[in-house]
């Protein structure tokens, strides 16, 4: 355990660096699974992140908890961050299907961005899971109980979703509310892409 008593993260940064860490491991073990089983990787690439002091702390004082360690780690549920890329649909459910079997890793929610996307035209899935660790957790339960957000998206979802987040945390940008139209009239193609793209593969498979 760290030993940084000052962050919000109350010395946990390093555990949960860890648990991050033994997450991508069960991810990079079904990709090499599933590779070998069908010569298809449905993983285009992975990335973790622990959620900025900063950003644990805005949070904190948005959802009206007190700005503590134990509301960074118990209430606050995307400490850890992993986003999953695919290059397909099928890809993204497939994925979703195989953390649900992960073992040490409890699914405690979901919300399916892709079929009921957000109004301003944002896609993706999210998991939020809880994941036993050896580590000692921050109410002294040993195995420890670590909270991750997992996103998994398509190649396009993820474009969609960088260019929409530098609008966001972008200060005095002109001509915003045409930019926002222009993004949802994107989501919309792009989401249709990846249908077509979908169908696309499926019958190149079918007919091979």
Not at 121 to 150: Q, W
């Amino acid at each position: 355990m760290d030993v940084n008593s000052d962050s919000i993260y109350g010395g946990y940064a390093g555990s949960l660096e860890m648990v991050a860490k033994s997450l991508l491991d069960k991810i990079e073990f079904l990709r090499k699974a599933e590779v070998e089983k069908t010569g298809h990787d449905t993983v285009e690439f992975v990335s973790t992140r622990i959620k900025s002091e900063e950003s644990m702390r805005e949070k904190c004082e948005r959802k009206g908890l007190p700005v503590t360690p134990l509301s960074a780690l118990t209430e606050i549920h995307d400490a850890i961050g992993v986003r999953i890329v695919c290059g397909f649909l099928d890809d993204v459910y497939a994925n979703v299907k195989h953390i649900r079997d992960f073992g040490g890793v409890e699914v405690i929610n979901e919300k399916d961005y892709i079929r009921h996307s957000k109004p301003n035209g944002y896609r993706s899935y999210h998991m939020i899971v809880r994941v036993e660790s050896p580590i000692t957790d921050i109410l002294g339960n040993k195995p420890g109980k670590f909270y991750a957000e997992i996103q998994l998206r398509t190649i396009a979802m993820d474009s969609w979703a960088s260019l929409e987040h530098q609008l966001k945390y972008k200060k005095n940008v002109k001509n915003q509310a045409l930019i926002v139209s222009e993004l949802k009239r994107c989501a919309d193609e792009m989401a249709s892409t990846d249908v077509s793209m979908q169908t696309i593969r499926d019958l190149i498979q079918e007919n091979s």
